[in-house]
């Protein structure tokens, strides 16, 4: 029988794009890896992302997935094929322990420093586990969570979803100052809102769900609370829909 934490993180690899494109993009735009070089995934969830990485490192570099949720871990080791062990590997666990795993020229972290309580911890083991002018790349939660991700959260568990969650955000200056506190000097940030598009909103939900870690399902929300949240929105139902994100980019450096 498959548990219930299985069916959240099917769900997630699932309906993840909009993550994975994010991701994909702030790869390409700031982190930039080259071929031989030692990158850490900093919440590396299901491991898509981890193996772009390993597609850009090659056969010659090294990728280190490290995320602390183990159904996430075991579905992203599901993913490696003959010979990928050399080049990939994946730990339950935080940056503290992939620290000996180090150290890395870059770590990239892609929508998950909001999910974590304690950022200057976490920046300087971060900084820690880089080699001299080795960078860090992230992407995380602007200065407020998702509207619609909010809403249907406080419909269905009556909670604000940044307190229940354990959510941490901030605007721009906040994360420019857990860079430089840390040690980093910030070469680049960035807070924009992005308008990612889900197929309808019973996907979103999926994704909601699997984010909460199953806090909110899908079965807490009666119809009129769905229904008002498509009148809210201006969506149309089974209709594909657009959602606002605010989010902070930045590539921070370690000095030599």
């Given at each position: 029988?498959t548990?219930?934490?299985d069916?959240t993180?099917?769900a997630y690899?699932k309906h993840?794009?909009?993550?994975?494109?994010?991701?994909?993009?702030?790869?390409?735009d700031?982190?930039?890896?080259?071929?031989d070089?030692c990158?850490l995934?900093l919440?590396?969830?299901?491991?898509?992302?981890?193996?772009e990485l390993?597609?850009?490192?090659?056969?010659?570099?090294?990728v280190v997935?490290v995320?602390?949720?183990?159904?996430?871990?075991?579905?992203a080791?599901?993913?490696l094929k003959?010979?990928?062990q050399k080049?990939?590997?994946?730990v339950?666990?935080?940056?503290?322990?992939?620290v000996?795993l180090?150290?890395f020229?870059?770590?990239f972290?892609n929508?998950?420093?909001?999910w974590i309580?304690?950022?200057p911890?976490?920046f300087?083991q971060?900084h820690?586990?880089?080699?001299p002018?080795?960078?860090?790349?992230?992407?995380?939660?602007?200065?407020?969570s998702?509207?619609?991700?909010r809403?249907?959260f406080?419909?269905?568990?009556g909670q604000?979803?940044d307190?229940?969650l354990?959510i941490?955000l901030?605007?721009?200056?906040y994360?420019?100052?857990?860079?430089l506190?840390?040690?980093?000097?910030?070469?680049?940030?960035?807070e924009?809102?992005?308008y990612p598009?889900?197929?309808?909103?019973?996907?979103?939900?999926a994704v909601?769900m699997a984010?909460s870690?199953g806090?909110?399902k899908?079965s807490?929300?009666?119809e009129?609370d769905?229904?008002?949240l498509?009148t809210?929105y201006g969506?149309r139902p089974?209709?594909?829909i657009a959602?606002?994100?605010p989010?902070?980019?930045?590539?921070a450096?370690?000095?030599?």
């Open positions: 029988m548990s219930f934490a069916q993180e099917a690899d993840s794009d909009m993550q994975f494109q994010h991701g994909l993009k702030l790869m390409d700031l982190l930039k890896p080259q071929c070089e990158v995934d919440g590396c969830a299901t491991g898509q992302l981890t193996m390993y597609e850009r490192v090659g056969a010659q570099g090294r997935g995320d602390p949720n183990k159904e996430r871990i075991r579905t080791q599901s993913k003959e010979g990928m080049t990939i590997t994946f339950g666990g935080t940056c503290g322990d992939a000996l180090g150290p020229d870059a770590v972290s929508y998950v420093l909001h309580r304690d950022h911890t976490t300087k971060v820690d586990c880089l080699k002018s080795g960078h860090f790349v992230f992407l995380t939660g602007g200065s407020t998702p509207p619609l991700f809403d249907a406080a419909l269905a568990t604000d979803c307190t229940a354990g941490n901030g605007p721009v200056d994360w420019e100052m857990q860079c506190r840390a040690g980093f000097s910030v070469e680049f940030s960035e924009v809102v992005l598009t889900f197929p309808s909103i019973e996907a979103f939900f909601l984010l870690s806090m909110f899908p807490m929300l009666k009129k769905v229904e008002e498509l809210r969506y089974d209709a594909e959602i606002e994100v989010v902070v980019r930045v590539l450096r370690k000095p030599q």
